[in-house]
């Protein structure tokens, strides 16, 4: 049994006595492996007496889940309406020159901070009033 | 001399951990609070009742001495603010520290539970119906209404879920309720479930919030005792505005794609894993423990207008100098909300558009800024309250870029179940570049890849391209499977009424240049 076989299995085992336990398991996979590859999808399927189909079609239809990891730190911006009606979309040439090949620029529609926006998300660091310079500064500090 | 500062979310990210640091550095004792809702003076700083804000923690010194008078913003709860406000459901706003089950209920805390308890189930459902309170999470539907429905279901099971899958952009009461009161929510699932005889809650909440969440599950494991039997449960969703639909929200819970399922049969008789449901928003939840409270109903019932009753918490976001949480009886009007409370837009020029009740909601001109807060009312003038939250926009926002906006969101959050969302939405965006530029030119009609199945000696004149969009948008609203694709036109249609020339500015430039 390789290593990843053993760690979603004690995952889904974590799991297994909820109502609905594929939300959880996914989202516990994804921390510990950074995605839900082909290979997590067919462990999770036998586990849960699923096919692979039923697991690949949760895990596409959420912009949670990834199918390939990427080891880049992630900086998400919101670029919903109250952040757009604070300047968001000025922010963004910045953003993505800051960010270069090294970080990882996702967009989110909402963080919930609309009376204090431009905001972005570091983690579960969150970041509010964001100037240019603020926000290159987010992405650069991003590990 | 305790220094007390918020610990929301929104505080954390203008700064409040590094300014209570100095305090603490400074010898202070700091006591983490929930938040007043006084956003624009975040980082708040309470010192015997007066506060500071917006505080850096090169401040600090000086407030400890007693100086920053710029900043000084005299007693908290005698801010006009706050005190203009009629706090039900945010009460302990600021008041409270979020997780301490002795500060709630040293607040009235439990009150409304051990009312109930003493009560038969169908007595409880009784008094929440007299109270008028209707669903707080946008359609407005009667709360004890759908109680009762789930009360009388026969089945061997049923289940209690909060939606707090809040993600309208403008919207953050749901996060704040839940990161400065979690008992209140927790208490108000667990009369819910007691009135109806459901033995789970789940509390289905954003991965966007992972605060709200970690507050949640700590407060609901000291709560357990005081609960129980009731298991409780936090769910995280996985970043799909969709599953703030209910029937989504019930399939993301159980597991599938978060796809919207086609009603009937409700909920409240086939819900979670088929079995009858309360589905009720947070704030709805939220208010149940003060309307328990001895007397609660009949207040509730007395504040408010017509059939719109109690208190709205009313989310002031955008480009806007006073934003928070404002919660008042309903009645008010945008204009009031927007200029007394709010103070005008952040940047100081006009005020263009107030967008109301999220992504899915009407742009209001400020020809309209008269018409009452109150469910009727919005829908007579063709818009909706939804979550209450208001977005303000100043002169500088391009209508009809926020028009593509909403089409774009609508296909990039499309369950994909019904074809006037899934399609509709894509086409919208099409025809809304198609007006932008011009209209569909013969000349350009086979550089364009999205138009391969046009006739190709068809030219069409931008006006012609609105009529298009119009009648997509009435195939949209009354075609849609649920809100997102049934709500879009709102903001689209009302963009376009408003504000005609943002959607021909561009083709007008460009005619205008092939005249010179």
């Known amino acids: 049994m390789s290593g990843k076989e053993q760690k979603i299995g004690e995952i889904i085992v974590e799991h297994s006595a909820k109502e609905g336990p594929l939300l959880p398991i996914l989202h516990d996979v994804q921390a510990e492996f950074g995605c839900v590859d082909a290979e997590a999808e067919m462990l999770i399927a036998a586990g849960l007496n699923l096919s692979r189909a039923d697991i690949h079609g949760v895990v596409s239809f959420y912009h949670d889940f990834h199918q390939q990891a990427d080891p880049r730190p992630e900086v998400q911006i919101c670029r919903a309406e109250a952040c757009k009606a604070r300047g968001v979309e000025a922010l963004i040439p910045a953003a993505e020159a800051a960010a270069g090949d090294r970080v990882k620029l996702s967009t989110v529609y909402c963080l919930g901070l609309c009376s204090v926006g431009p905001a972005a998300r570091l983690g579960n660091d969150m970041h509010a009033r964001l100037t240019a310079e603020g926000l290159t500064k987010v992405i650069e500090n991003a590990r | 001399m305790i220094v007390r500062i918020s610990d929301d979310s929104l505080a954390l990210a203008c700064g409040a ?30 010192i015997d009742g007066v506060g500071w804000g917006p505080v850096t923690p ?27 406000q009629q706090r039900l459901t945010f009460a302990r706003a600021g008041r409270t520290r979020p997780t301490s089950i002795d500060d709630y209920e040293a607040t009235g805390g439990w009150e409304g539970w051990k009312r109930a308890r003493g ?44 939606n707090a899958d809040e993600g309208d952009s403008g919207t953050f009461a749901d996060r704040m309720l839940m990161e400065g009161d979690p008992f209140q929510l927790i208490e108000g699932v667990a009369i819910a ?21 970690a507050k949640l599950e700590e407060a609901i494991r000291r709560a357990a005792p005081i609960i129980a039997p009731l298991h ?53 939840l939220a208010a149940i423990p003060h309307i328990m409270a001895a007397g609660g109903a009949e207040e509730y019932a ?48 006009p005020v263009k558009a107030v967008q109301v009740g999220g992504p899915l ?6 020809d309209q800024f008269d018409i009452p807060f109150d469910y009727e009312a919005y829908a007579a003038a063709d818009a909706l309250i939804g ?22 969101f609508c296909a990039a959050e499309s369950c994909g179940k019904c074809t006037p969302c899934r399609i509709g939405a894509v086409r919208g965006a099409e025809i809304i570049d198609r007006i932008r530029h011009g209209g569909r030119k013969r000349d350009t009609i086979e550089l364009s890849p999205v138009m391969h199945n046009a006739p190709k000696d068809a030219g069409r004149l931008p006006e012609q391209e609105i009529g298009l969009l119009t009648d997509l948008c009435e195939t949209m609203k009354f075609g849609s499977l649920c809100a997102l694709g049934g709500f879009t036109p709102y903001p689209v249609m009302s963009a376009l009424r408003n504000w005609p020339e943002d959607f021909i500015r561009d083709a007008k430039a460009a005619r205008d240049e092939s005249v010179a």
């Open chain 2, 17 to 46: 951990d590094a300014v209570a640091q100095a305090f603490v550095q400074k010898g202070c004792e700091v006591e983490r609070v929930s938040s007043w809702g006084m956003h624009w003076l975040e980082p708040l700083v309470e």
């Open chain 2, 58 to 84: 090169d401040r600090v010194a000086e407030i400890v001495d007693g100086g920053a008078d710029d900043l000084r913003i005299g007693t908290v709860a005698d801010h006009p603010f706050i005190a203009s």
């Open chain 2, 119 to 162: 009560m038969a189930p169908l007595d409880v459902i009784a008094e929440v119906t007299e109270s008028g309170l209707r669903g707080r999470g946008g359609a407005g539907f009667p709360a004890g209404i759908k109680w009762r429905t789930v009360a009388e279901a026969q089945a061997p099971r049923k289940y209690v879920v909060c």
């Open chain 2, 193 to 213: 479930a007691y009135a109806v005889g459901a033995q789970t809650a789940y509390i289905y909440t954003r991965s966007e919030y992972p605060h709200a969440i």
């Open chain 2, 232 to 284: 409780m449960e936090v769910r995280m969703g996985a970043g799909a505005y969709v599953c703030g639909e209910e029937t989504s929200l019930l399939n993301s819970l159980e597991g599938r794609r978060g796809e919207v399922r086609a009603k009937p049969p409700l909920p409240a008789l086939q819900g979670f894993m088929g079995y009858p449901t309360v589905v009720n928003n947070v704030l709805t």
């Open chain 2, 302 to 349: 007395r504040l408010g207008v017509d059939r719109s009753k109690g208190t709205m918490p009313i989310q002031i976001a955008g480009n806007v100098k006073q934003g928070g949480l404002y919660e008042v009886a309903f009645g008010i009007t945008l204009r009031e909300l927007v200029y007394d409370v709010g103070g005008g837009t952040q940047s100081g020029r």
């Open chain 2, 361 to 366: 909601g009407a742009y209001i001109h400020p």
């Open chain 2, 387 to 408: 979550h209450a939250g208001i977005t303000v926009f100043d002169d500088t926002a391009d209508m009809g870029a926020m028009a593509r906006f909403a089409m774009e």
